[in-house]
C-alpha cells in the first residue's frame, strides 16, 4: 500500500464484496455493507487512493478465446547477472500466451503459467519461443487436471 491505511470492518467488507463482483454499483455496495452511498463511495476512493484497491479488470473465460489448454511450467535459468534476468524476463512477459509469471524464491528460478489452444500450440510455444531463449537452463511443465480453487 502506497499510503499506511487503517482497515475497519466495513473496508473489510467493501473490499470482500468488491473482490466477489467488481461491478456492484455503488448504491447496491453501500446497501450490502450498511451504508449510505456517500459515504461508501468516499470510503471506495479512499481505499484506492491508497493502493488497497488497484483497479478493476474483467475476468476472461479462456475457452470463449480458444485457450482451453493450460500449462504450469517451472524454469531455471542460467543467468546470473542482472542485465540477463532482465532481458529473460522482458522477452517472457511479452508472449501473449503467458498469463501469470513470477520469480521465485529457490528453485525453480520462475513460474510461468500459460494458455493456449491446445497440445500442438503448447509445443510450438515451448519449442519456438520459451526454450529456445539464452538463459533457459531447464523446464518443467505440468499438466491441470482439474481447478479446485481459483480467485478469477
Same mark, same amino acid.
Given at each position: 500500500?502506497?499510503?499506511?491505511? !487503517?482497515?475497519?470492518?466495513?473496508?473489510?467488507?467493501?473490499?470482500?464484496?468488491?473482490?466477489?463482483?467488481?461491478?456492484?454499483?455503488?448504491?447496491?455496495?453501500?446497501?450490502?455493507?450498511?451504508?449510505?452511498?456517500?459515504?461508501?463511495?468516499?470510503?471506495?476512493?479512499?481505499?484506492?487512493?491508497?493502493?488497497?484497491?488497484?483497479?478493476?479488470?474483467?475476468?476472461?473465460?479462456?475457452?470463449?478465446?480458444?485457450?482451453?489448454?493450460?500449462?504450469?511450467?517451472?524454469?531455471?535459468?542460467?543467468?546470473?547477472?542482472?542485465?540477463?534476468?532482465?532481458?529473460?524476463?522482458? !522477452?517472457?512477459?511479452?508472449?501473449?500466451?503467458?498469463?501469470?509469471?513470477?520469480?521465485?524464491?529457490?528453485?525453480?528460478?520462475?513460474?510461468?503459467?500459460?494458455?493456449?489452444?491446445?497440445?500442438?500450440?503448447?509445443?510450438?510455444?515451448? !519449442?519456438?519461443?520459451?526454450?529456445?531463449?539464452?538463459?533457459?537452463?531447464?523446464?518443467?511443465?505440468?499438466?491441470?487436471?482439474?481447478?479446485?480453487?481459483?480467485?478469477?
Amino acid at each position: 500500500m502506497s499510503n499506511e491505511i !487503517t482497515l475497519d470492518a466495513i473496508d473489510r467488507d467493501i473490499i470482500f464484496r468488491l473482490s466477489q463482483d467488481g461491478r456492484l454499483t455503488n448504491v447496491e455496495l453501500a446497501k450490502r455493507v450498511g451504508l449510505t452511498p456517500p459515504p461508501c463511495l468516499r470510503r471506495v476512493k479512499r481505499l484506492e487512493e491508497a493502493g488497497v484497491i488497484t483497479g478493476y479488470r474483467a475476468v476472461i473465460n479462456p475457452q470463449a478465446l480458444g485457450r482451453d489448454l493450460e500449462v504450469l511450467i517451472d524454469v531455471e535459468i542460467y543467468a546470473q547477472d542482472r542485465k540477463s534476468f532482465e532481458d529473460f524476463e522482458d !522477452t517472457v512477459a511479452s508472449y501473449g500466451e503467458v498469463i501469470e509469471f513470477r520469480r521465485m524464491y529457490g528453485r525453480p528460478d520462475y513460474f510461468v503459467r500459460v494458455a493456449v489452444a491446445d497440445h500442438a500450440a503448447y509445443e510450438a510455444f515451448l !519449442t519456438e519461443k520459451l526454450s529456445g531463449l539464452p538463459a533457459v537452463l531447464r523446464l518443467e511443465s505440468h499438466l491441470t487436471m482439474k481447478k479446485i480453487k481459483t480467485n478469477e
